[in-house]
């Protein structure tokens, strides 16, 4: 089972307000978090936050200081540079190439 990691939601928004997020972004992001029971994916987060114009750099920071390690944040945004890549182009698939 994946590991879980709690935020308080006034500390997150404090980030969110650092970062100059808009309070109308905040306020939609908490009602998608709020609206799956306030668990949430750090894939989707991360989606997310990058939807709301997030640079990767701000992300990383958001995570590090919620205590997600740095090998774990590198895996969580190739996930979502990785369905970001199947979306646009369809299904990714391996193909060989014989003589």
């Known amino acids: 089972m994946p590991d879980t990691i709690i935020i308080n939601?006034?500390?997150?928004?404090?980030m969110l307000v650092l970062l100059k997020v808009s309070e109308k972004s905040i306020d939609e992001l908490e009602a998608r978090v709020n609206k799956q029971r306030r668990h949430i994916n750090a894939v989707v987060l991360a989606g997310m936050l990058q939807k709301l114009g997030l640079k990767q750099d701000d992300i990383k920071n958001i995570f590090l200081r919620i205590g997600i390690s740095d090998i774990s944040i590198n895996n969580i945004l190739n996930a979502v540079d990785e369905q970001k890549i199947t979306a646009s182009f369809g299904r990714i698939v391996n193909l060989t190439l014989s003589e």
């Open 9 to 14: 939601r006034l500390d997150l928004r404090k």
